[in-house]
Structures are given as structure tokens and as C-alpha cells.
């Protein structure tokens, strides 16, 4: 076994390899840019070297500057975890060739795997099952389009060495290829450095089922069963589970089987995990690629196994054989992952950036555990993905851990940025999900269920938040605001969410408090230590927590999450500069395009521009009939969260 290893990630799963590294008495080297000098993972290690500056390209995708630090530092071997050079083959042969141990597949192995139309050759040759398709080096536009004429709409472009849900589209007509073309193979630069695409049957009811699989340098390779993946925003994964709903054994055998198959067909050594497409009406199922690396989702394999799979990586990669033979291995109970991130649901799950100004979880146990990267008062960058954690739980059924996810997260308090943890809930809670009624249109058919207009504040909400900015303001400023600590002098609060504005009146009396908000009254008693609140309105005890950070105030109540504007009477307000039909930014990124001319009319929802953030486009488009009248900023500039973008001019 190994002495030191370095850790070639950052965040939650370099947070995730110092865990099990620690306990097997494994020292740990970080490496870290410099949006990172303070984060957890750099805590953590035994050691800690500076790689560069935030962006990825200039730090962690630096192989050269991490195989100097490896080597400097006398670590034995490099974990890549996932995403970076975790799937560069490159990297993975340049380790071996200065003598440092690559915790992964062979350099062939990932070379084989990193093409999805060169591995899908090889699956054919293996007689693992493919979906109908073009997977040829031919990429004139008119031939791949001609092909999926051929094959028959709807069809999947995909990036060629993609992952992540990046560089892919799905085209519903023949008129609609060329520019979904154009779009993919943007996308496909942008995040991989080529542009090739592969095009196939797209399946309008598929799931997405994934085989673990361990392969050793002596010969031994068996699967850990599967994990269901079907529950995907933009083809990224948002709740993975194990075992997979409703999928019967003899299906689950052949699968594992089948996956085998292809990891022995490539000399395969390590984890892997071989990603098939399942059709729900035939029960018929499809190599898609595979994964030559530790997936996101391992935690719900290690949940139903108890086996530790960073711990079998270690292992494997000194040379030993695996822990386990197949048929030692077994399921048991369900486990369900889901993955936390700094987006916005109500915009679009546009990124959220900014400082974790409050963050309170649900406590770790047998049945919960949290893989993060960040503590309370870390920010998350626009440099990285967003994730502020996976939260699994595990129980005896998969009804159980349903209980236990909807509890875990209703226990999740997150201030200073947005999250989707309610539209996590919604979708734990959604009668499709909840039946193991699963498909990768889950949220696509359910949008209006499970991402509802944020709604109006409650009578009870707005009596809490009252008494909570009662108390917050009496305890250091006993006079503040006409308060009197004895009397009957009556306090009046406002706040403001969106566009509306509510109001409540506070009047303390000797022994306690009554509260008029919206036409209803309570009397009510409470309690504030620092953000907990404990409170009796009407008689009910209730438990809340209340942030305060300038004037935003984020209540959470009974697993529900309430964020209103606290409005100062004595504040200055005036007219923005601005009209709306300056059109700003939604978050940090770069120019692609300008598709739209200035001076020419346009209809509402015409795309006028392309911008790129977290190597995802998105298109700012006409908020209604008008004129695009002038463009800030030019194709490939950087702009800023609310740089405005768009001189347009509405009718």
C-alpha cells in the first residue's frame, strides 16, 4: 500500500479521498489554485501546494505543475477523482512514466473509453447492445445530417468526448439540425477541445441505468450492481439511486454482465462505471459510454454494499487484488443521492455565486451523510461547478429512504445564494418519483409541479419574521426604532417580496406579544438565540431559524424556506437608472455570439445573444417585440453577474 498519495481534485471528492486515506494511515499532498488557498480539502491534507491562479486551465488542469509537485512532495501515486484530468490519458501515462502510481485505468483503457464513437466500435465487437446510430470520423455537416434523416427524428447529437451533460442536443426536425449542430460543436470545443459528434436514435422514454464496475491488474473484475441516474435537468444528473426501481434480477444480472464485458474488453483496471440507456416500454437496453473514473454518485454504491470504493481504488492501483469476488457481493436496503448546488431554480437554474453565509445540516448518521467541500462562510466561485454538496441517505426500503432524503433535506438551511433544495423535496415528494416511476422526461413532463411560482408569504411566516426582527433589534439597541421594553407601544414592520410589499404590526404587552399580519391576529411569545427562534403563536410551539444579512431575511420553518426583503422606513429609495429593456447579465461568463443586428426588429423570445458560463450556453432572448438598438459587449469578451449586455427597446 501507498504512504503518501496526491490528490490531483479539489472540493467534495478531494474531501472524499483524504477520508478514506486518513483512516487507512495514507498521508495526503492538495494542490489548490488560488480561489481555493482556504477551502476545506486544503485543511484537510497533511500537505498543501499553490498550483496557480482560479481558472482550471491556468491550476488544475496543469499536469505538468502537479506531476512537479507529486514529485517534489515524494507522493507515491495521484488520485485525479472526477472531472480535470481525471479521464486524460495523457496525464495517466505521464504519472507512469516518472514512476508515480495513476489510481485509475491504463493510459489505453481511458484512450479506448475517451472517444464514445471509437468505443462504441469496440462494444459492438464485444457484443455489448447499441442504440441505432452514426458514429463515423466524417463530420461534413451534410453527412451527419443526411444520417439522421436516415435514422429518423427525434435524434442525439453528442460530443464525441463529452461527459456531463455538455455538448449535447436532442433535434426533433430535420429543419432544426443545422443550428443544434453548430451549437453542439460550440459546446464541444469550449469544454473538451474538440468538436466531433457522434449522432444516434434518441429514445423518447429512456432511463438512465449505470453498472459499477472493479477490474484488477490480476485478471479479476466483477460489478457492484447499479445505480439509476434518470433524473436529469439538461442531461445532468439531479437524484441518483440504488438499486434501480422496479428493475427486475434477470435484467440486472445481464446488465452487470454486459458491463463486465466491456471493461474486460478494453484491460480495464479500477473503477469504472458503464453508463447504459434503458427503453421503459421494451425493457431493452443500450451501451452509452463509459465512465474511467470514481462517478459523483458512488456514495449510494458504497450504501448498499458497505464497501468503501476510494478504498478498493487504493488497493487495486498497489497491486492488489479486489476485496470481494462477485458472488461475495450482495445488496442491501436502498440508498438515494442528492446533489445540492448553488443554482436558481426559479431562474432557469441559472449559477449562483457568492459567500455561504448560513449553512445548517442535517446531522450525519448511519442512515445520512453529507460529501462536501465547503463550510459556512466559504463562497462558491463562477470558476467551478457549483455544488455545495451530495446529501445520501440510506434505508431498509426505498420507501424508507424517501422518508429519510424528504427529512434530510428539509433540514438543509442555506443563506447568502441560491440552492435547489426545495426543488429537490418537490421532486422526493412528486408521486412519479415516489412510485419509482422513473424516466429522464421526469422533470421535463412535471415543470409545473415541481418548479410552481414562488408563493406569497403566509399570515403565520410573516408573524415569525416579525417577531424575529422584534427581538433582533431590541437585544443590542433596547431604544432603537421607538421600542419600549414595557408597555403597550406598538412596532410596525414591512416586507417586501418581488414586487409586493407586506405589513405587520407588533404590540408587546406584559406577557408577550400580539401580532396583526394581513388581517389576522396571534398572540404569540418567543425566544431568539443568535438565528433560532423558538416561538408560541397561539398556543403552538414552533422552532424556526431566521438570517439576517443586510436586508434580506430567509426564514425556515417546518422544512419550508421563506426569502423576503426586510424594509428599513427609514431608508432612501429612488428610481433605478435604468429601464427594462436593458438586458443584464444573469451570472459571470463569456460572450459567444451575437445573433441579432442592431436596428432591425426583432419578435419577443428571438435569441439576441449567447453567453457561456460554467462551459454551458444559454440564450438571452427578446423580452417582447422590439429593437435590438446596441450590444455592450463583443463575441469572446468576459462580462460581469448584472454587466448589461442588450440596448433593446420594446414596443
Known amino acids: 500500500m501507498f504512504n503518501k498519495i496526491l490528490i490531483a481534485n479539489r472540493g467534495e471528492i478531494a474531501c472524499r479521498v483524504i477520508q478514506t486515506a486518513k483512516a487507512l494511515g495514507i498521508a495526503t499532498v492538495a494542490v489548490y489554485s488560488d480561489a481555493d488557498a482556504n477551502a476545506r480539502f486544503v485543511k484537510l491534507a497533511d500537505e498543501a501546494y499553490r498550483l496557480g491562479p482560479a481558472p482550471a486551465a491556468e491550476s488544475y488542469l496543469r499536469a505538468d505543475r502537479i506531476l512537479a509537485i507529486a514529485q517534489q512532495s515524494g507522493a507515491q501515486a ?138 484488477d491488474k490480476l485478471g479479476g473484475c466483477v460489478y457492484l450492481f447499479e445505480r439509476d441516474c434518470s433524473v436529469q435537468r439538461r442531461h445532468q444528473k439531479v437524484l441518483e439511486e440504488a438499486p434501480a426501481p422496479h428493475l427486475p434480477q434477470a435484467t440486472r444480472e445481464a446488465m452487470g454482465e454486459a458491463a463486465v464485458a466491456a471493461a474486460r474488453a478494453v484491460g480495464y483496471v479500477g ?47 498497489a497491486g492488489g487484488a479486489l476485496p470481494m469476488k462477485q458472488d461475495q457481493l450482495a445488496i442491501r436496503g436502498h440508498a438515494i443521492e442528492a446533489r445540492i448546488y448553488a443554482e436558481d431554480p426559479d431562474k432557469g437554474f441559472l449559477p449562483s455565486t457568492g459567500a455561504l453565509l448560513h449553512l445548517a445540516t442535517p446531522v450525519e448518521s448511519a442512515h445520512v451523510r453529507i460529501d462536501t467541500g465547503v463550510e459556512q462562510g466559504d463562497a462558491i466561485s463562477p470558476f467551478y461547478d457549483p455544488m455545495i454538496a451530495k446529501l445520501i441517505v440510506w434505508g431498509e426500503t426505498r420507501e424508507a429512504a424517501l422518508r429519510q432524503m424528504d427529512a434530510a433535506l428539509a433540514q438543509y438551511q442555506i443563506v447568502g445564494l441560491s440552492s435547489n433544495v426545495s426543488f429537490l423535496r418537490r421532486i422526493v ?3 412519479s418519483f415516489a412510485g419509482g416511476n422513473v424516466d429522464t422526461g421526469l422533470i421535463a413532463r412535471h415543470h409545473d409541479e415541481l418548479l410552481p411560482p414562488p408563493a406569497a408569504p403566509t399570515a403565520r411566516q410573516l408573524a415569525l419574521l416579525a417577531l424575529a426582527e422584534a427581538l433582533a433589534q431590541q437585544a443590542p439597541y433596547p431604544a432603537a426604532a421607538g421600542w419600549r421594553l414595557n408597555g403597550e407601544q406598538t412596532r410596525r414592520f414591512a416586507f417586501r417580496q418581488d414586487e409586493e410589499e407586506y405589513r ?89 455570439a451575437l445573433l441579432a443586428k442592431i436596428g432591425k426588429w426583432v419578435a419577443k423570445g428571438t435569441p439576441l445573444l449567447i453567453l457561456e458560463a460554467m462551459k454551458m450556453e444559454h440564450t438571452i432572448t427578446a423580452p417582447g417585440d422590439g429593437v435590438v438598438q446596441d450590444f455592450y459587449f463583443s463575441a469572446g469578451e468576459q462580462v460581469n453577474d448584472g454587466d448589461e449586455l442588450v440596448d433593446f427597446a420594446a414596443e
Open 78 to 215: 495521484v488520485h485525479p477523482g472526477y472531472g480535470f484530468l481525471s479521464e486524460n490519458e495523457d496525464f495517466a501515462a505521464a504519472c507512469e512514466a516518472v514512476g508515480i502510481a495513476f489510481i485509475g485505468p491504463p493510459a489505453s483503457a481511458i484512450a479506448a473509453m475517451g472517444s464514445k464513437s471509437a468505443a462504441k466500435a469496440l462494444m459492438e465487437k464485444a457484443g455489448v447492445p447499441l442504440v441505432p446510430g452514426y458514429h463515423g470520423d466524417d463530420q461534413d455537416p451534410a453527412l451527419l445530417q443526411s444520417q439522421a434523416d436516415a435514422i429518423g427524428y427525434p435524434v442525439l447529437i453528442k460530443a464525441s468526448a463529452g461527459g456531463g451533460g455538455k455538448g449535447m442536443r436532442i433535434v426533433e426536425k430535420s429543419d432544426d439540425f443545422a443550428a443544434a449542430l453548430a451549437s453542439c460543436q460550440r459546446e464541444a470545443r469550449a469544454s473538451f477541445g474538440d468538436d466531433k459528434v457522434l449522432v444516434e436514435k434518441y429514445l423518447t422514454r429512456p432511463r438512465h441505468v449505470e453498472i459499477q464496475v472493479f477490474a
Open 271 to 317: 473503477a469504472g462505471t458503464v453508463e447504459f440507456i434503458m427503453d421503459v416500454d421494451t425493457g431493452k437496453f443500450y451501451f452509452m459510454e463509459m465512465n474511467t473514473r470514481l462517478q459523483v454518485e458512488h456514495p449510494v454504491t458504497e450504501m448498499i454494499t458497505g464497501q468503501d470504493l476510494v478504498a478498493w481504488q487504493l488497493a487495486v492501483a
Open 429 to 431: 415528494n412528486h408521486h
Open 504 to 592: 405587520a404590526a407588533l404590540r408587546h404587552q406584559t406577557n408577550g406579544f400580539a401580532i396583526s399580519v394581513e388581517g389576522q391576529s396571534f398572540s404569540a411569545s418567543a425566544q431568539l438565540n443568535g438565528c433560532q427562534l423558538h416561538a408560541v403563536l397561539d398556543g403552538a410551539a414552533i422552532k424556526a431559524a431566521v438570517a439576517r444579512h443586510g436586508a434580506q431575511r430567509v426564514l425556515f420553518e417546518n422544512g419550508e424556506r421563506l426569502a423576503v426583503e426586510w424594509v428599513d422606513p427609514y431608508a432612501y429609495t429612488e428610481l433605478g437608472v435604468h429601464g427594462e429593456t436593458h438586458l443584464k447579465a444573469p451570472m459571470p461568463g463569456r460572450v459567444v
